[in-house]
Structures are given as structure tokens and as C-alpha cells.
């Protein structure tokens, strides 16, 4: 059985550090990898999507990479401000259907 | 665009009542997803759907049912509430394909008393 794991489970870094959060997954045949963000009280949003055939994707400051043979991938947030301050949930793909597998996710905290 | 809608964001219910939670999306998808999350976990998969009249069951399916008469609706039914109920509930949408995202609704939070 598929399992996701994300560790720490909470971080609080000073703005401008660069945050870089962790996701293992322990079937390597996934489709897919998300990223997403919640904020307190509200729906998740897609942050990067990283196909099982990439090896990263990058979106403004977000960079994500992928190691499937690994079973990682990570979160790197440049120059983090506080605005960053959510929760980081990665999610893996195992069949064709979409179904999301779910870490338990990363607190963030940015402090001014 | 709208995206994914949830109706209600917040309800209380008695042990052993029952009611639907509504989802929409406007994204005319195919595919459609209800996930609970409770305190401090990640989101775990209830039911999902990849057509009108297509459903089927996901990791946490116990107490509940859904049905898909449309491709724009997916609502979620709970039958006999039960203390265990009390979560968060996401509905979500996406295309078909390995490279489509999926969309969340902003959630239902509902406690089970």
C-alpha cells in the first residue's frame, strides 16, 4: 500500500531564508506527484504537477523536484516571505483514474 | 468561472441524522473526488467519479454514497451520522490525463454531535 510522507511536520523560518520541504512516497509507480497549498479554513490549491516522466518543475520562485527511483521529491520556495505562511501537502497519483494520495503535510511559518 | 462550489461550508448534525453535501464545478470535468480530512492528517479519498452515472468507491467509503447524474454535479450523501463523520470534506475536479491537476472546492466542515 501506498504511503506519503512529509517531513517536518511543521518549520518556521525568517523572510528570506529558502524553504525546502520534503515528500517520500514508498511505491515508486506513480504517475504523478502534486503540490499544494492550505491556508487556514480554506480548499487546497495546486501549487506544481510533476509527471512521472520529469524530474522537476518550476514555477516562479516554487521549484519541485522528483526522484522516483527514490521515492522523493521536494519543495523549494525561494526567498520566502511572509505571505508563504500555509500548510504543504504533497499528494501522489497511483492509477489512471486520479486518485491523490495524501501526506499529512508542512506547516509553514514565515516570520517578518 | 466559479470552478468548484460546496454547499454547505459549515453544519452540525445529531447522531444518527443524515444530509447531503452539495458539489458543483463549471469546469465541465469528467473526473470528480470527495475527500475528508481530519485534525492534522492528510486528505483521504471517499468516493470518485470519471463520468455521469460512472462512481465508485475509494479508501474511506463506510457511511456514505454518492451519485452522478451530471457531469457537473457529485453530491456527497451521509446516511446515519456517526461522531466519526466529524471532518473536513472537499469535493475536487480534474480532466482526464496524467498532467491534469486537480481542482478543490473550499470545503464543508461538519461535526457530528
Known amino acids: 500500500k501506498q504511503e506519503v510522507t512529509q517531513i517536518p511536520a511543521a518549520l518556521s523560518v525568517p523572510e528570506g531564508e529558502n524553504l525546502v520541504l520534503n515528500c517520500s512516497f514508498t511505491?515508486?509507480?506513480?504517475?504523478?506527484l502534486q503540490w499544494f497549498r492550505q491556508d487556514p479554513g480554506k480548499g487546497l490549491t495546486s501549487l506544481l504537477l510533476?509527471?512521472?516522466?520529469?524530474r522537476e518543475q518550476t514555477s516562479g520562485r516554487l521549484n519541485a523536484s522528483l526522484d522516483k527511483s527514490s521515492g522523493r521529491s521536494t519543495l523549494y520556495i525561494a526567498a520566502s516571505q511572509p505571505g508563504d505562511s500555509a500548510t504543504y501537502l504533497c499528494?501522489?497519483?497511483?492509477?489512471?483514474?486520479?486518485?491523490?494520495?495524501f501526506g499529512a503535510g508542512t506547516q509553514v511559518v514565515v516570520t517578518p | 468561472n466559479a470552478g468548484v462550489t460546496q454547499t454547505p461550508k459549515f453544519r452540525i448534525l445529531k447522531i444518527g441524522q443524515s444530509m447531503t453535501l452539495q458539489c458543483t464545478q463549471d469546469?465541465?470535468?469528467?473526473?470528480m473526488y470527495w475527500y475528508r480530512q481530519d485534525p492534522g492528517m492528510g486528505l483521504k479519498l471517499i468516493y470518485y467519479s470519471v463520468g455521469a452515472g460512472i462512481t465508485d468507491k475509494g479508501e474511506v467509503p463506510n457511511g456514505y454514497n454518492v451519485s452522478r447524474s451530471t457531469t457537473e454535479d457529485f453530491p456527497l450523501r451521509l446516511e446515519l451520522a456517526a461522531p466519526s463523520q466529524t471532518s473536513v470534506y472537499f469535493c475536487a475536479s480534474s480532466d482526464p490525463g496524467l498532467a491534469s491537476e486537480q481542482f478543490f472546492g473550499p470545503g464543508t466542515r461538519l461535526t457530528v454531535l
Open positions: 469546469m465541465n470535468h469528467n473526473y
Open positions: 510533476i509527471q512521472s516522466s520529469q
Open positions: 511505491d515508486s509507480a506513480i504517475y504523478n
Open positions: 499528494a501522489v497519483t497511483t492509477d489512471s483514474w486520479g486518485k491523490l494520495q
